[in-house]
């Protein structure tokens, strides 16, 4: 007994010693790491050029509008403007949710609500406001468009808020006072 236990114990201790397949034991114990600081890295990225694009194609809209190149506007057409100028949001005219408020002067308040956004798994969504502002009117914008995750269960898309479909809001505000004729 005592001479198969010496036999196992110099096996055991011999397996330690050998270094043969080291490196491809933390080949395998790094890889998952690595993947996930990619994955990670690759969403932020995306999630960062969609929030820039809407950003920028909110603003050349608004501006647009401010100007009086829209002489009817409506939901429908800044909706089309804005999606127009964002190429790569999937689905965007179908759920885009422009909200345009008029803020007084005197008082600077701000609405008490946060940005709706489509909630894609129902089919009621929130009712936003759309006013067209008159002359020198200070008008706040809100636009949200939900998009997919690349990668929803691992870095920035596991923290983001989500609808019902596993979506997350790119969100983009601004604010413009209304030109006289």
Sequence with gaps: MIRSLRFK?????RAFRNDDGMASIEFALMIPLLLGVFMA???SGMLMTRSIMLEQSVD???RELRLGHYPTPTAELLKSEICRRTVIFKDCEQNIMIEM????TSTWALPKTGVKCIDRS???QPVTTL???QKNDLMLVRVCVPQDALFPTTGIGLGLPKDGKGGYGVIAVTAFVTEPN
């Design 131 to 133: 006013q067209i502002g």
């Design 122 to 124: 129902q089919d009621i």
């Design 9 to 13: 114990f110099s096996r055991l201790t």
């Design 41 to 43: 890295s690759f969403e």
């Design 60 to 62: 050349m809209t608004m």
């Design 101 to 104: 408020t008029r803020l007084s």
